[in-house]
């Protein structure tokens, strides 16, 4: 019960804070790090377990719970839902074959990578299918601005983890 509370508060105060936090008029993308948290939480767990990876069915409902939650405040039901959850996989998949321990220069640069493939995803799927006219340019300005920022929150967040 109090994980579950936990979540929720963290879910709030995340979408909160990615409301009202702009910079240069681009929206934050702090939604990605509650996927990133919640791979690290869910596959490095405190108890050690006999090589044996936790089910995959709890993230494959989280990821879509998130991008559904962000495509609330959109008004476009369908992009954030199919980025998060890609990214959220691609992220579990990573966490299953990285056997050693996760430095935190390989964090950022996990962080930074998957929050770009997020963003981009997210970005590719609305100008895709709405005809939005977007430039390459935008685009990797709002991608690496995006990265940049989550890096140091999500590094915060997930302080002695792997």
């Given at each position: ?113 998957f929050t ?12 895709y299918f ?33």
């Open positions: 019960m109090t994980n579950i509370l936990k979540w929720l508060i963290l879910i709030f105060i995340t979408f909160l804070a990615e409301h009202f936090i702009t910079i240069d008029g681009i929206h934050l993308n702090f939604s990605f790090i509650l996927v990133y948290l919640f791979v690290i939480d869910y596959m490095f767990p405190e108890e050690e377990q006999k090589k044996v990876y936790p089910s995959e069915v709890l993230p494959i409902l989280f990821f879509p719970a998130i991008g559904f939650i962000e495509d609330l405040f959109q008004g476009i039901i369908g992009p954030a839902i199919i980025s998060k959850t890609i990214s959220g996989i691609g992220l579990m998949i990573l966490a299953k074959q990285i056997f050693f321990n996760w430095t935190e220069i390989f964090k950022s640069l996990v962080i930074f990578c770009i493939i997020d963003e981009g995803l997210h970005t590719f799927i609305i100008s709405l005809n939005i006219d977007t430039t390459p340019l935008k685009i990797f300005k709002t991608s690496v601005l995006q990265g940049l920022m989550n890096i140091p929150a999500a590094l915060l967040l997930s302080w002695r983890k792997p």
